[in-house]
């Protein structure tokens, strides 16, 4: 069973940046897709970033402004967001897919961490 817990989420203002982490309790973190969703109220959960061993992906609303890291040797997961906006304000969860499947579809990832809440004010 892989745990993951997120934090670094908070309320700052339009054009701050912040860095979210997560902390994933799994052995062989090397060899999974790592990725980034989130959730805005009323809205469906979407994509926001991913990794794996074969490169990165990105939604594009986040292209250029948001990047996705990973440290092996503490197995943490790191987004870092900069020139952050009004409509990237959501519920921020880190994810785990096991077998490597497309990066993009939540229905894909195994594991969930509880989320961890981003605000961007006006």
């Known amino acids: 069973q892989v745990q993951l817990v997120e934090s670094g989420g908070g309320l700052v203002q339009a054009g701050d940046s912040l860095r979210l982490s997560c902390a994933a309790s799994?052995?062989?973190?090397?060899?999974?897709?790592l990725a980034w969703f989130r959730q805005a109220p009323g809205k469906e959960r979407e994509f926001v970033a991913a990794?794996?061993?074969?490169?990165?992906k990105y939604a594009d609303s986040v292209k250029g402004r948001f990047t996705i890291s990973r440290d092996n040797a503490k197995n943490m997961v790191y987004l870092q967001m900069n020139s952050l906006k009004p409509e990237d304000t959501a519920v921020y969860y880190c994810?785990?897919?096991?077998?490597?499947?497309?990066?993009?579809?939540?229905?894909?990832?195994?594991?969930w961490g509880q989320g961890t809440q981003v605000t961007v004010s006006s």
């Open positions: 994810a785990v897919d096991s077998r490597n499947r497309d990066l993009t579809t939540a229905s894909n990832y195994d594991y």
């Open positions: 799994v052995h062989t973190f090397t060899r999974y897709a």
């Open positions: 990794m794996r061993w074969s490169g990165s």
